[in-house]
């Protein structure tokens, strides 16, 4: 750190003097962190940023201390949830105020259908409270149990629930988001609409959310099944049926997400359940649609070789920690050299493409597919398994996807335009100039302000 720059942090410091801070270098290193380490290109890059140090404010007005403080002495704000995500989004990379919101975590209030919570609430502490009245939130990511709602809207995708619901970026699956702007004298706003659209997946960049107004869904209670499909077969006969199922309307599910062998095998809970060489369907269906289900698997030759229901999944584990980047997780954990991609394939109820790229890349992309609703049909969106060798090769494998018509998210730049989004929503780079307007909020990670800012 430069003297300036340890100057003004000392006279921030000095202001926020009654507000919790961390200041012990280990600490701050922790805090600086997300899962980036999924990634081999962005360990490469992010292992060594950090911020300069951690504020956890306990409410929104000393959120608004910290937005102040921040805006005067010019210094960094980058905004942390829990710090799960994937692609770096919450590291620092230029030093500052780390905002770390987990002290900002009550449920304002909830009734049928509609909740409003704060920010740093962590996604199954909402569903705790509102399950009491037969409500639950509509989707959450793998990580449901330790990130907050603050982070999953400003850098989530959707996830469990998305196969009912469709993904946050849906008009009507955020309602309302309360937010604080770093300026001398920070403004609170309450955007409202598509308004919500000028914050959500935008990393932190325009604004810090301090409140969440989230429509619910109702919670039945959810059996959670493992379907098996013959070895013989391959991965096509449990993409079928997750297909089948996704697109049958009738049957009330939570989670189709397919694993092609030999993913299972990294599944080491599990493994006792799992049949060598098959691939497999987890699922999270409710119990009133067993009957239906059950006829839908014969039909489509799996077997059922893991059933519990909503009241034994509650006690032991969870299957929704096997889905989407946990999937990513549990193979890493045994071998470290796995990484993933993250794709939407276009819609085609034969699956084509799905059945060419899982031909294609055989042992090196392992298919990995979670079903989602998108635009009103039933499609797979992947997470394949890669067994990385060089960067290069990484590129080439997402290159190839493109070009057969696969969209690729990529998750291994901390560049906020060269992952989903592609562009900066232009509601997002207007809305921060008003609410940053010297770009201290997570500096670095969009192209579209830095070019603007240098211009
Ligand atoms: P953080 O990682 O702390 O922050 C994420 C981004 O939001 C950062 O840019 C941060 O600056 C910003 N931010 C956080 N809080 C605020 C706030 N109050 N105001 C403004 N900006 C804020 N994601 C999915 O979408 N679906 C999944 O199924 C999924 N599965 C995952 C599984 C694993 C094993 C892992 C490691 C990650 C997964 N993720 C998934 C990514 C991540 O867990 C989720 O997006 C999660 O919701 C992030 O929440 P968080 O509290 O940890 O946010």
Not at 303 to 319: C, H, M, P, R
Request: charged share 20%.
């Amino acid at each position: 750190m430069t003297i300036v720059a340890a100057e003004k942090l000392q006279g921030l410091l000095s202001e926020l003097a009654d507000i919790e801070t961390i200041t012990d270098p280990s600490e701050v290193a922790k805090l600086s962190l997300d899962f980036y380490h999924y990634s081999p290109v962005l360990s490469r890059q992010l292992s060594d940023k950090r911020g300069d140090v951690v504020v956890r404010p306990a409410n929104e007005q000393e959120v608004q201390r910290v937005a102040a403080a921040c805006a005067k002495w010019r210094l960094p704000l980058t905004v942390r949830g829990a710090g799960t995500g994937n692609y770096g989004q919450c590291i620092p990379l230029a030093g500052g105020v780390i905002l770390e919101m987990s002290k900002l975590n009550q449920v304002i209030w909830a009734k049928p259908g509609l909740a409003r919570v704060q920010a740093g609430i962590k996604l199954a502490a909402i569903d705790k409270h509102t399950r009491e009245m037969g409500w639950e939130i509509r989707m959450a990511p793998s990580t449901y149990r330790t990130a907050t709602i603050g982070g999953f809207i400003a850098g989530g995708s959707g996830g469990i629930g998305s196969v009912t619901y469709g993904q946050l970026l849906d008009r009507g699956n955020i309602l309302g988001l309360r937010v604080v702007t770093v300026e001398e004298e920070p403004r609170i706003l309450e955007l409202r609409g598509d308004d919500v659209f000028k914050v959500s997946h935008a990393w932190g960049l325009t604004g810090i959310i301090t409140e969440v107004e989230i429509p619910l869904a109702p919670a039945y209670p959810w059996a959670e099944l493992i379907v098996a499909f013959p070895p013989e077969g391959g991965f096509m006969p449990c993409a079928r049926f997750g297909q089948a199922l996704a697109a049958a309307d009738g049957i009330l599910k939570k989670l189709i997400s397919l694993h092609a062998w030999p993913i299972p095998s990294y599944f080491a809970p599990l493994r006792g359940y799992l049949p060598e060489g098959s691939a497999v369907a987890l699922l999270m269906v409710a119990e009133c649609s067993l009957e239906p289900l059950l006829e839908l698997i014969r039909e489509h030759g799996g077997q059922v070789v893991y059933n519990k229901t909503a009241q034994e999944a509650a006690k032991g584990i969870s299957l929704g920690e096997f889905s989407w980047n946990h999937t990513t997780l549990h193979c890493r954990s045994v071998d470290p050299n796995l990484t993933y991609l993250q794709s939407i394939f276009p819609p085609d109820r034969e699956l084509k493409l799905v059945q060419h790229l899982y031909e294609y890349f055989g042992d090196e992309v392992l298919m990995h597919l979670e079903m989602i609703r998108l635009g009103g049909q039933a499609i797979p969106v992947g997470l394949q398994i890669v067994r990385f060798t060089t960067e290069e090769r990484l590129n080439e494998i997402m290159r190839y996807h493109e070009a057969q018509g696969v969209f690729i998210a990529n998750p291994h730049t901390f560049i906020l335009e060269e992952g989903g989004r592609k562009v900066m929503d232009p509601r997002q780079v207007r809305f921060k100039e008003e609410v940053d307007p010297y770009g201290l909020l997570n500096p670095g990670k969009t192209r579209t302000w830095q070019g603007r800012a240098s211009a």
